[in-house]
Structure formats: structure tokens, C-alpha cells
């Protein structure tokens, strides 16, 4: 994101998903054996969204 010329970090940094989010959906993806879940241009809120989507499709599977 650029403001007036200049770069701003924080308006990026809200908006690309984070490292963990995304080490932590790429492993969730590939438990649940839907790896197209993962992909690394995501931002913050529809990682955290996919996220707990697995998680919530991995607990079930696990109750069974």
C-alpha cells in the first residue's frame, strides 16, 4: 500500500496474512487433504477464516 508516495507498512501488515497463519494453514490444509485451501497471497481475515474452517472439519473427522 502506498499513502502520498510513501509506503505503509502497517496498512500492509493488516491486510497479508501473517508467517504463523500461514505455516499453520498450510499444515492444516494438508491434514484435512484439501491443499488448495492454502495460498500464499491470502490476506489477514481470509486466512483466519480458512483456518478455523479446517479446524472445525478436522475436529469433526476426529469425533468420528
Known sequence: ???QGKYDAK???TEQMTRAQGLRLKRLSEEAYQPAQYDR???FAEAARRIQV???E???ANSF
Open 58 to 60: 478436522i475436529e469433526l
Open 11 to 13: 496498512a500492509f501488515l
Open 54 to 56: 479446517l479446524e472445525a
Open 1 to 3: 500500500m502506498q499513502v
Open 41 to 43: 497471497g491470502l490476506s
